[in-house]
């Protein structure tokens, strides 16, 4: 079964401290991978996509690595600030299908305190 | 910022009320999608288009149906909204490229009491 697992599923840090968010799936065949930030009460918006061939990309202070032989994918927040408090979602897709099918994980909850 | 826009933004109705959200997207995208989204859950698919006259039903049984007589608009319609209907809604749209990127709009959360 195609699944996608997030953990931690909620996470508490202190203003400029880093974490790391984790994804884990078994979606086969395999296309991309993205991480959303999706703030309160909006839409998610795409931080990073990462591809087979991939192991590492960032955008500003956030970046995303993926180890496509275990399935797993991390992203990493750095020197925290509180509009990073958001919800996460890891995002997966398939190429076996002309849908080009995404599995959602639940997402990560993560708050930023000052 | 992504062109896309869905109205209302809150709703609170009483059961058995038919209810339309709108969804509109200036981008141009042929592909569209309705998303539910409950707390603490992943995005359900309910509904998706990949062009005017095209609909198809998501992963995700629902009563609700859509419409696309026009590329850039994708409303959902309730015919007889109930209390298991309460949930945030979510549109997005997809272009042309193969990399998957959904762009969304601000979300619908409707409240069936």
């Known amino acids: 079964k195609n699944q996608v697992e997030q953990s931690p599923q909620s996470l508490i840090i202190l203003e400029g401290k880093n974490c790391t968010l984790q994804?884990?799936?078994?979606?086969?065949?395999?296309?991309?991978l993205r991480w959303y930030k999706q703030d309160t009460g909006r839409g998610p918006v795409s931080l990073t996509i990462m591809t087979f061939s991939e192991n590492t990309k960032s955008n500003g202070r956030y970046t995303a690595t993926l180890d496509a032989d275990t399935k797993q994918s991390s992203l990493h927040i750095t020197a925290s600030q509180l509009s990073d408090s958001a919800s996460y979602i890891c995002?997966?897709?398939?190429?076996?299908?002309?849908?080009?099918?995404?599995?959602f994980g639940r997402g990560t909850q993560l708050t930023v305190w000052p | 910022e992504a062109d896309i826009y869905q109205t209302p933004r809150y709703l609170v109705i009483g059961t058995g009320k038919k209810i339309t959200l709108e969804c509109s997207q200036t981008m141009g995208h042929d592909k569209m999608y309705w998303y539910q989204q409950d707390p603490g859950m992943e995005l359900h698919l309910i509904h998706y288009s990949y062009g005017v006259n095209s609909t198809e039903k998501g992963d995700l049984s629902s009563e609700s149906t859509v419409s696309r007589i026009r590329t850039e608009h994708f409303p959902l319609t309730l015919e007889s909204a109930r209390p298991s209907h309460t949930s945030q809604y979510l549109c997005a749209s997809s272009g042309a490229t193969n990399t998957g990127e959904l762009f969304f709009g601000e979300g619908s959360r409707l409240t069936v009491l």
């Open positions: 994804c884990n799936y078994t979606v086969s065949p395999f296309s991309n």
């Open positions: 995002v997966v897709s398939d190429r076996g299908s002309t849908l080009g099918r995404l599995y």
